[in-house]
């Protein structure tokens, strides 16, 4: 005998919803479920019971989770085609971007003014 | 989120089984006393309740319109067991027993020989309810079928 069995996830923890003999039936039913919100995720277990072993036998046939919607949701934004998106923007460039070399120049023309200066103070500051 | 039955599902079991959800809400099942038959007019002649009294077999409380036509006398107050098994209703009140266990909606399809030998291809659905978590008190009941053409 063949049972397939609706579980609802929510706070935590597996519920059993409803149980079907129809698997067509049951995936209909989950994804009605899935679409009323009120779950995190629906599964659908297929029990297989051997009358000879009596022995039973799961195995999951559907399963939907909010974040298994997301993901598609994002594979399918990805697959569009590159020409629809915008072309980027150059960069703009930056109001305080100084090169390398002038900054060089500019601290060696300090330096070197600075050095002038203690070199006039030392020399000539006794003839004022 | 409440659900709401859909005009364009046609299978009774859904149906049905959607209004058992809108009744249950939050709960694990809804109150015997919150079925309304007049608010699911198109579907009740085809159901019947099954009132829980103890340990023993339950017994029929109401029974469709469809259902007591086919049985030719009324089984209210009757054991599950007075429909047999060449009636619809019997057939869809056959699995009680392991709704009773699980507490959960069941449903079962199949097909049977009727009282005038035609085979007959049905799908039935058993729901519980009760009073508070758990505790069962009597099972709503929903079951549609036809006959196999035969040479078809």
Redesign the interface.
Known sequence: MILFEIHTFRDGKWK???????KE?AV??AQ?IEK???FSAVRVIQETYDEETQRTSIRTVYRTTKVDRINVEGERRRAQPLAVAAPPKPPRPRKHDISPVALLLTLTAIVLGGIGVLYLLQNFSGRF | ?T?TINPRER?L??RL??YWRELAGERAMPHPGDVDGSRIPDMWGHCFILEVRGAGEPVFGIIGEHHAAKLGSDLRGQAVSAAGGETLLGQAASYHR?VLA?G???????QFVNREGRTVLYRSILLPLGEGEGRITALLGGANCRELVTGS
Do not use: A, H, K, W
């Open positions: 059993i919803d409803s149980v079907f003999d129809d039936l209909y039913e009605r009323g919100g009120r | 989120m659900e299978r079991v859904l089984l959607t392991q699980r959960i909606p069941i449903t079962l399809g199949g």
